[in-house]
């Protein structure tokens, strides 16, 4: 019993013993767990305070950076507006004095206007005096004198002068041919000149056929672009290494070539490039046009032209007729045609003028119909030019009848130019076959006696059965040659067909 009393009061004992250790122990653990929780925030709070400090200090360098740089800017506009200022300032100045000059020469003609008044004024009555002093000593009137030498001359020198004017127009003829073979003669010689023949298509070399893919794109999307875009008509597959850009419309072909030239360089082949390029290509050519217009001008040397005729004349660059680059034969027929009008004594700045604009329609004969010499003439007059300027253009195809001195040089020299050796680059034999191919067109036609190509081909007159083809087929007859000419054949500028019946003609441009 005592044992067991003796175990309880034991456990009692041990019992309070671990109950007062362990308050103890959670006791320290709570004040450390208090004390690191005390720690903790205030390093927090330090840390907070020390990116405050920074956040601080980084926003006055900032303020103080955008400061600064607004300064500058500032002070570079004050400074440049100071130097806009004085500029004007001495512009000003400038244009004060070229006044006050300006207004010294004025007053100096007008003085000099005065006093040459003054000397015509003085010169009249001495002349004057002087005629009536001549009366007063002969004692005749200027009527009487006048009449008494007339009488007395008249039969000493009626019949010398007829045989004399007999003998003047007969050499005047000799001398007339004799100048006119050395004149054409020294004209060739003093601007021959060669031209290299020039076809309708232009080729693009490539570094590799890869390129030649890129080009057509994915299912022809990009050589669909070009071609919509340029009007021109690109060869892939034919040529190796090379792309052929194929139309009659030499500024397209060169508008199509630079484009090609800027796309293979530029690597990026796509519809949106396509167009940017495009677009640049032609905004360049527009330059060069004008710079060639204003190029001819200046070697023409035959005053200013109006700046869109200039412009129309730089296309000329790039058209050919028969291989032949139509501004430089321009250019040609301008210098024989001044140097015959300068031996003729002709006026040489008309008929260099006449020469200059000849063939200037032959750049608008995509847009507007009928002959280029009336269009060109056409042009001209719309431009200011003079009527005897307008007359030589309009007749150096006798779509007119020349009535000028200054028109049938213009006449001579476009011949001469166009007719020399190595001039055109068209054989004789394709030349004939195609006059031929006109012919053979028209004859196949019902009721048709007879056809004739005329005018190296711009001319065709057709002749009728009249019992076979009245007038209103005839004109039917007229527009079905020209749609099947326009259709069929091959042909430069403008046909003129002519459909003659019982001694009336249907006439058709086309």
Known sequence: MLTVIAVLAGLVVGGGAATAWLRKTSGSRLRAAEERRSALLSDAEREAESVRREARVEAREEAVRLRAEIERELHDRRVEMATVEQRIIQLEADVEEKLDELTRREQGVADREAHARQLQEELKTAKEDAARELQRVAGLTDAEARAIVLERSEDLVRHELARRVRQLEEEARAESRRRARALVADALQRVAASHTAETTVTVVELASDDMKGRIIGRE?????????????????????????????????????????????????????????????????????????????????????????????????????????????????????????????????????????????????????????????????????????????????????????????????????????????????????????????LATAKPGVAKAYALQAGREIRVIVEPTEVDDEGAALLSFEIAREIEDQLEYPGQVKVIVIRESRAVEVAK
């Open 220 to 440: 022809g999307r990009n050589i669909r672009a070009l071609e919509h875009l340029t009007g021109v008509d690109f060869i892939i597959d034919d040529t190796p290494h090379a792309v052929v850009l194929s139309s009659f419309d030499g500024l397209r072909r060169e508008v199509a070539r630079v484009t090609l030239e800027k796309l293979i360089e530029d690597g990026r082949i796509h519809p949106a490039r396509i167009e940017e390029m495009y677009y640049q290509s032609k905004a360049e050519l527009d330059d060069h046009v004008r710079q060639a217009g204003e190029q001819a001008v200046f070697e023409a040397n035959c005053g200013q032209f109006h700046e869109e005729l200039v412009k129309v004349l730089g296309r000329l660059r790039y058209r050919t007729s028969y291989g032949q680059n139509v501004l430089k034969h321009t250019l040609e027929v301008v210098h024989l045609a001044g140097i015959m009008a300068a031996e003729l004594g002709a006026s040489v700045k008309t008929t260099r003028r006449g020469a200059l604009l000849h063939d200037v329609g032959k750049a608008m004969t995509h847009e507007v119909e009928g002959p280029h010499a009336l269009v060109s003439a056409q042009l001209a007059r719309r431009y200011g030019e003079s009527d005897g300027v307008v007359h030589a253009i309009e007749a150096h195809h006798y779509d007119v009848q020349p009535q000028t001195v200054e028109a049938v040089l213009v006449i001579a020299a476009d011949a001469i130019s166009a007719s020399r050796p190595g001039a055109r680059g068209e054989s004789l034999e394709h030349y004939i076959k195609r006059l031929a191919s006109l012919e053979e």
